[in-house]
């Protein structure tokens, strides 16, 4: 059974991710079905019979009772231009870090936003509807070399990177100890590794 993604970003790699532990290589069939409420109408329209989403498109699945198969929680990581300078790296990790803790003492006054992602013919959603236990967040913080080879280890395992490619090449961490110190002033000297 195919399983829709948006190929080389989160539901992809978690979708892989979720089902190796059950499932041999071979049986794992990814297909590139856009974004998220693309992939939800295809499965919707009977196009796909399996799809990795993410809120606020769990929610709706299960108000609509679909069946969650498996579930994970996805760890992103912020991308920035090379020509982002320090300070404007730091106040977005700021705002990233004020956020997060918003959003963990209390999401649901936050949760028009995923509300007004989901068109009113599809399903009608409240904050009540949502899972608390699905939404979690957590302050910015670096994207430290032993991080990294593990994920390079495993993308190059399922053929999603090359081999010539490395931590010095993909990440820019020359940021990452002044920002976190500019998000936590208060915090020790951080390590990249």
Same mark, same amino acid.
């Given at each position: 059974?195919?399983?829709?993604?948006?190929?080389?970003?989160?539901?992809?790699?978690?979708?892989?991710?979720?089902?190796?532990?059950?499932?041999?290589?071979?049986? !794992?069939?990814?297909?590139?079905?856009?974004?998220?409420?693309?992939? /939800?109408?295809? +499965?919707?329209?009977?196009?796909?019979?399996?799809?990795? !989403?993410?809120?606020?498109?769990?929610?709706?699945?299960?108000?609509?009772?679909?069946?969650?198969?498996?579930?994970?929680?996805?760890?992103?990581?912020?991308?920035?231009?090379?020509? +982002?300078?320090?300070?404007?790296?730091?106040?977005?990790?700021?705002?990233?870090?004020?956020?997060?803790?918003?959003?963990?003492?209390?999401?649901?006054?936050?949760?028009?936003? +995923?509300?007004?992602?989901?068109?009113?013919?599809?399903?009608?959603?409240?904050?009540?509807? /949502?899972?608390?236990?699905?939404?979690?967040?957590?302050?910015?913080?670096?994207?430290?070399?032993?991080? /990294?080879?593990?994920?390079?280890?495993?993308?190059?395992?399922?053929?999603?990177?090359?081999?010539?490619?490395?931590?010095?090449?993909?990440?820019? %961490?020359? /940021?990452?100890?002044?920002?976190?110190? +500019?998000?936590?002033?208060?915090? %020790?000297?951080?390590?990249?590794?």
């Amino acid at each position: 059974m195919p399983i829709g993604v948006n190929m080389h970003h989160g539901s992809h790699y978690v979708a892989i991710q979720s089902l190796e532990g059950f499932l041999e290589p071979h049986e !794992i069939r990814i297909v590139n079905a856009g974004g998220p409420e693309k992939r /939800f109408e295809d +499965l919707r329209q009977g196009r796909i019979d399996a799809v990795a !989403i993410m809120e606020p498109w769990v929610t709706v699945a299960e108000k609509l009772g679909y069946k969650i198969i498996v579930e994970a929680h996805y760890a992103g990581l912020e991308v920035a231009s090379p020509d +982002l300078d320090q300070e404007t790296f730091a106040a977005i990790n700021r705002a990233i870090s004020k956020a997060a803790k918003k959003l963990t003492a209390n999401p649901y006054p936050y949760l028009h936003y +995923l509300i007004e992602q989901v068109p009113p013919e599809v399903v009608t959603l409240t904050p009540a509807d /949502f899972n608390r236990n699905r939404l979690r967040f957590i302050d910015p913080a670096p994207y430290s070399q032993r991080d /990294f080879d593990r994920s390079y280890r495993w993308m190059i395992k399922w053929g999603l990177i090359g081999q010539d490619a490395g931590f010095q090449k993909l990440v820019d %961490s020359r /940021f990452d100890n002044q920002a976190i110190h +500019l998000v936590h002033p208060d915090a %020790s000297a951080l390590q990249a590794n």
